[in-house]
Antibody
Framework: EEQLLESGGGLVQPGGSLRLSCADP????????MSWVRQAPGRGLEWVSG????????YYADSVKGRFTISRDNSKNTLYLQMNSLRVEDTAVYYC?????????WGQGTLVTVSS | DIQMTQSPSTLSASVGDRVTITCRAS??????LAWYQQKPGKAPKLLIY???SLESGVPSRFSGSGSGTEFTLTISSLQPDDFATYYC?????????FGQGTNLEIK
């Protein structure tokens, strides 16, 4: 199982925006649904958002609905998470995962810090 | 949405002990349950999928059971490398909710 590679994290002020990317080095990216999962400092895992293999169906946790947008580009084997109206409580390590056997292919994550 | 509840939140045990962690779903999820191990600063590692299927490369001392709403993860003989945090996750439908985690610590 090849690891996914997350990028795009950083420091942003409350109310700001950030776009995360997740690259899949494998050959079957479009076959699988994909999800974003986050982990705030010292806290547990929180599923954030998911979408189908085609990208036609998207799903969100209530905590991010209306602020975050998940999407994918199957021609580039890449998953995205557009995060708008960021809040201090969105501070976390964000992981992407392949929705297969649960969640697989976890990368190292990318840290998003929302602070003034 | 279906809620996932793990117990206990913290478990103290010794090397060689047999330990069991429980995960309960607020509605039936058939066997669509996975278990993960996470160590500080690392990504979660898949241990068990479909409630009882052992992921490739995972030691056989780990086992999972259950269906419907009640599930268990058992470690038959704790090894030093097993002290970590464990999570269950439902994945029958979105949202793929996680349990709150069980911190397995050395007694």
């Amino acid at each position: 199982e090849e690891q996914l590679l997350e990028s795009g994290g950083g420091l942003v002020q409350p109310g700001g925006s950030l776009r995360l990317s997740c690259a899949d080095p494998g050959l079957s990216f479009s076959r699988y649904g994909m999800s974003w999962v986050r982990q705030a400092p010292g806290r547990g895992l929180e599923w954030v958002s998911g979408l189908s293999g085609s990208g036609a169906s998207t799903y969100y946790a209530d905590s991010v609905k209306g602020r975050f947008t998940i999407s994918r580009d199957n021609s580039k084997n890449t998953l995205y998470l557009q995060m708008n109206s960021l809040r201090v409580e969105d501070t976390a390590v964000y992981y992407c995962a392949k929705d297969w056997k649960g969640s697989t292919g976890w990368g190292q994550g990318t840290l998003v810090t929302v602070s003034s | 949405d279906i809620q996932m509840t793990q117990s206990p939140s913290t478990l103290s045990a010794s090397v060689g002990d047999r330990v069991t962690i429980t995960c309960r779903a607020s509605q039936t999820i058939s066997s669509w349950l996975a278990w993960y191990q996470q160590k500080p600063g690392k990504a979660p590692k898949l241990l068990i999928y479909k409630a009882s299927s052992l992921e490739s490369g995972v030691p056989s001392r780990f086992s999972g059971s259950g269906s419907g709403t009640e599930f268990t993860l058992t470690i038959s003989s704790l090894q030093p490398d097993d002290f970590a945090t464990y999570y269950c996750q439902k994945y029958n439908t979105y949202p793929h909710t996680f349990g709150q985690g069980t911190n397995l610590e050395i007694k």
